[in-house]
């Protein structure tokens, strides 16, 4: 069971604008999270800070590295790295705790157009297409503190690494977040589709053993 949770987001490339957004999604919810860890790449100046909330400063425009940065001064023994710009639900840190319970890994279902998703569970019998099966659905997920990989598209090889490392993973009940898809963000499709190779490059290293 998850002692402490710790929310890290990231700002950066103009999305610092969705900080008040966010904070908003934080404070309505039915559970408190331990902290919230803001990473900005931006020259953002946050007029109120709210005491459980923490601002670090870095320059680096990569997502792995700026979550990592966050990682490695959160309090909690969970965290969940979240996008800024998306929308957390109000029961979203209630049951991530209570879905925890001898789990490794907590996956969030969450809306997405017009129905509910479920964060992909990676499955050995079908990773050689993860193409098809894991593009754009990659979702969102709370873990045992542990540093990401260096990457843009950080959430592939930490699925991937799951099933790996043989990881127990558990699902929330409900949908606890709202994936709202922008014109280049990194989960469209354009951008994607880019970070292909970066994500088989990945793809290969975890899962070599089982092909």
Known sequence: MIDKLSIIVIAYNGYSKFIPEFLESVKIQTVQPEEVIIVLADDYILKKVPKNVKIIKSGVSN???????????????????????????????????????GADMVTLKYHWQYGVEDTPEMKKEIIKDWETYYVRKSGYFAFKKELLEDTDFWKYPLLFKTILEDKIIKSTPNPCAVWIERPGSHGSGQNVARGKEAIGKYADKYLLKYN
């Open 63 to 101: 997502q792995g590295i700026l979550f990592n940065k966050g990682i490695e001064q959160a309090k909690g023994d969970w965290v969940l790295c979240f996008d800024i710009d998306d929308v957390l639900l109000e029961n979203a840190v209630k049951e991530i705790i209570e879905s925890s319970d």
